[in-house]
């Protein structure tokens, strides 16, 4: 079956624009993930989404970033006036909920840079 | 403040030889551990995990150990294939849901 997609693949902007991310989880994943991994540095957990419980908002580096998920499908992560510090590749991850194994499946990723 | 580590950003090892990496973790509190494994362009795909009440987990070629007392992780790959060649990252969690990783070392298993 499909696995988790992200779009766009890569993305350059200019410092100061918007810019919004796209996941499409694996059909059937309850729980949905969102990370970033900037050069050199592990992945870094951004926000959670389980059904239509309030998101874990709590990895969000700043108010400047957000994220909205439509039921159990897709999410968008926002991020408004972008700085060259948010240059990164942000991926998303779904899973099952409950999921004793914690396994998360993890799209490709959308590189991001910020000029 | 960074709760898993992977202190060597890199590996080689010949091919046939095993492979080991290392991972170490500072929160008492994880109960389950995962591995990664990662190619150029693609997101992190699953290998393999262990809960924290077992000690060794096995999966055809892949081995990871935990050892609590000294919250140290590995991941064994023996033999190890040029194929292997990827970065592996560790990754723990709380029993909240989302995943703690670490930096990730590269493999280079060499023909």
């Known amino acids: 079956g499909a696995g988790v997609s992200q779009s766009p693949s890569n993305k350059v902007t200019e410092k100061g624009k918007d810019v919004e991310l796209r996941c499409d989880p694996i059909s059937g994943h309850t729980a949905l993930y969102w990370y970033r991994q900037r050069l050199g540095q592990g992945l870094e957990f951004l926000i959670y989404?389980?059904?239509?419980?309030?998101?874990?908002k709590s990895g969000l580096p700043s108010d400047r970033f957000s994220a909205e998920r439509t039921g159990e499908s897709v999410s968008t992560l926002t991020i408004q006036r972008t700085q060259q510090e948010d240059s990164a590749v942000y991926l998303c991850?779904?899973?099952?909920?409950?999921?004793?194994?914690?396994?998360?499946?993890f799209g490709p990723g959308t590189r991001l840079l910020v000029l | 403040d960074q709760q898993v580590k992977q202190n060597s950003p890199s590996l080689s090892v010949q091919e046939g030889r095993i492979s080991i990496l290392n991972c170490d973790y500072t929160?008492?509190?994880?109960?389950?551990f995962l591995w990664y494994k990662k190619y150029p362009a693609e997101g992190p795909t699953f290998l393999i995990s262990i809960s924290s009440i077992k000690d060794k987990n096995e999966d055809g070629r892949f081995t990871v150990f935990l050892n609590k007392s000294a919250k140290h992780l590995s991941l064994h790959i023996v033999p190890s294939q040029p194929g292997d060649s990827a970065v592996y990252f560790c990754?723990?969690?709380?029993?909240?849901?989302?995943?703690?990783f670490g930096t990730g070392t590269r493999l280079t298993v060499i023909p």
């Open positions: 929160n008492s509190m994880f109960d389950y």
């Open positions: 989404f389980q059904g239509n419980s309030a998101p874990d």
């Open positions: 991850a779904s899973s099952f909920q409950p999921d004793r194994l914690g396994t998360q499946y």
């Open positions: 990754a723990s969690r709380t029993g909240a849901n989302n995943l703690f």
